[in-house]
């Protein structure tokens, strides 16, 4: 059974750093592309950036280049984002998820992370 | 990258059917069979629903059906039932550099 599980909920102030944690199992994690979603209050779905852990080869949204961090580590089949500076509207739940096979939208979703940014 | 272009919201009552609309441009929905569908009840993460145009992941209830014409994808729902009261989401790949192109969402409320 595919399963991707995100790490807890965060409670931040504005200028801290952060890094939260996506883990996948039950499919060869290295050859899926993990992309991250945000979704903020009351919002809709907004893709930031997707890796693809057998090669850590990464794109990002325009809308979010610079403001984050996407990493993974392969060998403990993780992926990560990460902020160096939080700002207040950072508040958000984030959505990791995988990419369907051959260039679908996500297919799979973690059930989310809820990061609350203080200012 | 502009996101794709949903109705706000949408309402049946049970046992009617309704249709959600999704229009893109033809650097998206027009180009590639690559739309997929997601229901997200509140506080619940997406599920899918509907990939590539009009397939069925298994589990799917065959009462949701997709379709595509030119630039426009539509999601319909046969038959409503009370849980299917959701917010729907498309999503289509543009690209490369742009895989995921979101809707903004639709709220189906069911009367």
């Known amino acids: 059974e595919v399963q991707l599980v995100q790490s807890g909920a965060e409670v931040k102030k504005s200028g801290e750093s952060l890094k939260i944690s996506c883990q996948g199992s039950?499919?060869?994690?290295?050859?899926?592309?993990i992309g991250w979603v945000r979704q903020m209050p009351g919002k809709g779905l907004e893709w930031m950036g997707i890796?693809?852990?057998?090669?850590?080869?990464?794109r990002y949204s325009p809308s979010f280049q610079g403001q984050i961090t996407i990493s993974v580590d392969k060998s403990i089949n993780t992926a990560y984002l990460h902020w160096r500076s939080l700002k207040a509207s950072d508040t958000a739940m984030y959505y990791c998820a995988r990419r369907g096979k051959g260039g679908s939208p996500p297919d799979f979703w973690g059930q989310g992370t809820l990061v609350t940014v203080s200012s | 990258q502009s996101a794709l272009t949903q109705s706000a919201s949408v309402s049946g009552s049970p046992g009617q059917s309704i249709t959600i609309s999704c229009t893109g441009t033809s650097n998206d929905v027009g180009t590639y069979d690559l739309v997929s569908w997601y229901q997200q009840h509140p506080g619940k993460a997406p599920k899918l629903m509907i990939y590539?145009?009009?397939k069925r992941p298994s589990g799917v209830s065959d009462r949701f059906s997709g379709s595509k014409s030119g630039n426009t994808a539509s999601l319909t729902i046969s038959g409503l039932q009370a849980e299917d009261e959701a917010d729907y989401y498309c999503?289509?790949?543009?690209?490369?550099?742009?895989?995921?192109?979101f809707g903004g969402g639709t709220r189906l409320t069911v009367l």
């Open positions: 039950g499919y060869k994690f290295a050859t899926y592309w």
């Open positions: 590539e145009v009009n």
């Open positions: 890796i693809y852990p057998e090669d850590s080869e990464t």
């Open positions: 999503c289509s790949y543009a690209g490369s550099s742009n895989p995921w192109v």
